[in-house]
């Protein structure tokens, strides 16, 4: 590989590339498959992703962690300082922490890509096309989101990775648009948004005149219905709260990032990241971080709860993490609650970790782990107050499709933990496929692939008509219960929520995924085997097409069996708990812990 010089292209933005000379893509990130006439016949190698190798992942995932510690408390430190406060450790990491990990760990990524292409090529030259920086400083964190999928985002911390700590020569280049390039699409409609707005309205009103909760819920991940009837039975006047509340807007001042974190690491990669945390920190925790702090002061939320339980609102919702921070410090409980699947079964999870390091007490699905003794092992909270198929009916399922639900992630990798990684999508695309192609004809016509409401770019839609045109897809919007309710049986290709509800349901499931792309934790292994024993789980596309098509005509009779409902509730007490009177068992953990 090092025989020939070759062109590097960094990402998608075509105006940075060239067609006259050998090229190597830095990733699959490059080439959209829209794009796929421009790119298809050039003489051109794409890196092999860095973290394909998983006991690279294995050892990455433990430096950054401790990594991630060390640079935690220094910007803890340096933002007491700039704000004149003395919050502590725990303050910042319920709201700087998200930002700093998803941020630390991306800013490696793209610096292990760079340098393994340097390792591996002879690289000639590239072009940086020069953007206005203020345009990748994020006011929050739902801002930060929406700019780190984006090729131009990426094209610049690459550019500077390249620029200032290679010696590849640059070739800067002004882009014919300041675009930001492409976000996350808006998927709510206004009248979904005003419907939104209209079931808090009581609850702000109420809130004018009810005494403030000693257990304030928010972002439970409860059903309605649920949620309602929990603080009846807590003795509280029932309120939902609304969340995800836009924070204020303050423009970045660069005058006040004029400074440098300094760490005791001592290396290229330390120096790069501590020089680009001041420069990119989102303005909620820097500018318009006092603006932030009086937003949560006029929120009609209870001014001291005894307890704070939530499930999903401090990952992006700056608001309800600076409120939430603000409480803990103060002396409220932070109960969280499991919010997706992944947890307790994947062999690493930062999300997790970060879960539990913020709360005083977790409550899982039903899993536990003998080192963590915060963590309460409870049920399925997204499936609590519905209703499981029971004994599925033959006459209800003879003429129903077979629902494909695919995973989608960012092409650009933005958390660490040992799942499928962006690198990863094509293989993964090309298992789908030969999922489909194995099954019979009959069954093949009753494929409904519910494609991702998010595809970040991956045009997945259009990858499965070109491989079969008549293909059914469902774009991702409609109701996934109701769909899951009316299919024959649901097959489920990633470790995630949705396998765990449909199995917490009853309702006839197969999964698969690679377990070299997506490995389990130790604990979890066990109770795999016994759903790949039952036929449940399976590691190939071929193994998983196979049983589809052996239980096809009677997917009841098997599905109903002692041993595949034994198989299935052995794993829902694992990972997928039901329980029979959800809301006071709930009840009585969250008064026990305010005891």
Same mark, same amino acid.
């Given at each position: ?32 498959? $829209? ?13 092999? +992703? ?31 300082? %700039? !704000? ?41 030259? &590239? #072009? ?20 780190? #999928?984006?090729?131009? @985002? ?5 550019? %500077?990775?390249?620029?200032?700590? &290679? ?8 882009? /014919? ?22 079931? +808090?309205?009581? $609850?702000?009103?109420?809130?004018? *005149? ?5 257990? *304030? ?10 949620? %309602? ?8 006047? =029932? ?19 004029? @400074? ?6 001592? $290396? ?33 939320? =209870? ?35 499991? !919010?997706?699947? *992944? ?20 409550? /899982? ?21 519905? !209703? ?43 298992? !789908?496929? /030969?999922?489909?192609? &194995?099954? =019979? ?17 991956? *045009? ?8 079969? $045109? ?23 290709? +990633?470790?995630? &929520? ?19 792309? /997506? ?62 009177? =959800? ?13």
């Amino acid at each position: 590989m090092k025989n020939t010089k070759r062109f590097l292209i960094t990402t998608a933005l075509e105006e940075s590339w060239r067609y006259d000379e050998p090229i190597l893509f830095l990733g699959e990130w490059c080439r959209l498959y $829209s794009r796929k006439e421009h790119w298809d016949n050039l003489d051109a190698d794409v890196l092999t +992703y860095h973290w394909a190798d998983k006991s690279k992942l294995d050892r990455d995932c433990e430096f950054l962690s401790s990594y991630y510690e060390q640079l935690l408390i220094i910007l803890a430190q340096k933002l007491n300082e %700039i !704000h004149n406060t003395d919050f502590s450790l725990r303050y910042w990491r319920i709201l700087v922490g998200p930002w700093l990990a998803y941020f630390i760990q991306m800013l490696f990524d793209r610096w292990e890509s760079v340098h393994q292409a340097i390792e591996l090529y002879e690289l000639d030259e &590239t #072009v940086l096309l020069e953007y206005d920086e203020t345009l990748f400083i994020p006011n929050d964190m739902n801002d930060f989101v929406k700019l780190f #999928v984006e090729d131009s @985002w990426n094209h610049g911390i690459l550019g %500077i990775i390249l620029n200032q700590f &290679t010696t590849i020569r640059c070739i800067i280049k002004k882009p /014919s648009l300041q675009a930001r390039g492409m976000s996350l699409p808006i998927t709510q409609s206004r009248k979904d948004y005003i419907k939104q707005k209209l079931i +808090y309205l009581p $609850s702000k009103v109420i809130s004018l *005149f009810a005494k403030d909760p000693d257990i *304030f819920l928010n972002g439970t991940y409860l059903p309605v219905k649920t949620e %309602i009837k929990l603080q009846i039975k807590l003795g509280q006047f =029932p309120q939902l709260w609304e969340n995800n509340i836009k924070t204020v807007r303050i423009e970045p001042d660069l005058n006040k990032r004029n @400074w440098v974190l300094k760490s005791t690491v001592e $290396s290229s990669f330390d120096t790069f990241v501590n020089s680009l945390i001041p420069k990119h920190i989102p303005t909620a925790y820097l500018e318009g971080f006092s603006s932030l702090v009086e937003q949560t002061k006029n929120l009609g939320w =209870p001014k001291n709860p005894k307890i704070i339980f939530t499930s999903n609102i401090l990952w992006h919702d700056c608001v309800s993490m600076a409120y939430t921070a603000e409480k803990v410090e103060n002396g409220s409980l932070l109960v969280y609650g499991q !919010h997706g699947g *992944f947890y307790g079964s994947g062999k690493f999870s930062w999300a997790e970790k970060h879960e539990i390091a913020i709360s005083d007490f977790y409550l /899982s699905w039903g899993w536990d782990e003998i080192k963590q003794s915060k963590i309460i092992p409870l049920g399925i909270l997204k499936s609590f107050g519905k !209703h499981s198929m029971g004994s599925v009916s033959l006459s209800k399922t003879r003429t129903k499709t077979l629902l494909l639900v695919l995973v989608s992630i960012s092409r650009y990798s933005y958390r660490l933990d040992s799942d499928l990684n962006s690198g990863e999508m094509i293989k993964s695309f090309e298992e !789908h496929f /030969s999922f489909v192609r &194995t099954l =019979p004809m009959n069954i093949k016509n009753q494929v409904l692939v519910r494609l991702h409401v998010h595809e970040y770019g991956w *045009f997945i839609g259009s990858r499965w008509k070109d491989q079969f $045109s008549d293909i059914m897809l469902d774009d991702g919007t409609s109701n996934m219960e109701r769909l899951m309710r009316n299919c024959r049986i649901l097959v489920y290709t +990633y470790n995630s &929520t949705g396998y765990l509800e449909s199995l917490s349901l009853n309702i006839p499931t197969i999964i698969f995924w690679n377990s070299y792309s /997506s490995p389990l934790r130790d604990s979890a292994v066990p109770y795999f085997e016994e759903l790949k024993k039952a036929g449940i789980f399976h590691e190939t596309p071929g193994s998983a097409a196979a049983k589809v098509a052996e239980i096809w005509e009677d997917v009841p009779g098997w599905w109903n069996q002692p041993q595949i409902q034994r198989a299935r509730e052995n794993f829902c007490n694992r990972f997928a708990r039901t329980l029979k009177n =959800p809301t006071k068992l709930l009840k009585d953990i969250l008064l026990s812990v305010k005891a």
